[in-house]
Nanobody, 127 residues
């Protein structure tokens, strides 16, 4: 069983950058597709990005495409979310998630298709 721990959140100004990390325990990290989601206060949790087990394929929500980059380091059991040109509307709790098992790509955009979740890390962007 993989356990996930996010870090790297904080308070920044609009236009700044942050890099979130998600450290996974367990020896089967490469068996999982990984995703990042976020949940703003009073809103539903939404998909941000997902990356396949090899790191060669990644997909993004339109709202972050071109600004955020998901990557993974399988040797260190870590997935990253590099966030550039941050906007106040990016303020949210960011969650890392893991999906075990093959699934249609479009299904990776749904939070219901991930079995494991981290505790979340707060990102606050001021204008």
């Amino acid at each position: 069983q993989v356990q996930l721990v996010e870090s790297g959140g904080g308070m920044v100004q609009a236009g700044d950058s942050l890099r979130l990390s998600c450290a996974a325990s367990g020896r089967t990290f490469t068996a999982y597709a990984m995703g990042w989601f976020r949940q703003a206060l009073g809103k539903e949790r939404e998909f941000i990005a997902t990356i396949g087990w090899s790191g060669n394929t990644a997909y993004y929500a339109e709202s972050v495409k071109g600004r955020f980059t998901i990557s993974r380091d399988n040797a260190n059991n870590t997935v990253y979310l590099q966030m550039n040109s941050l906007k106040p509307e990016d303020t949210a709790v960011y969650y890392c998630a893991a999906r075990l098992g093959s699934i249609a790509t479009i299904s990776l955009f749904s939070l219901y298709n991930y079995q494991l979740w981290g505790q979340g890390t707060q990102v606050t962007v001021s204008s």
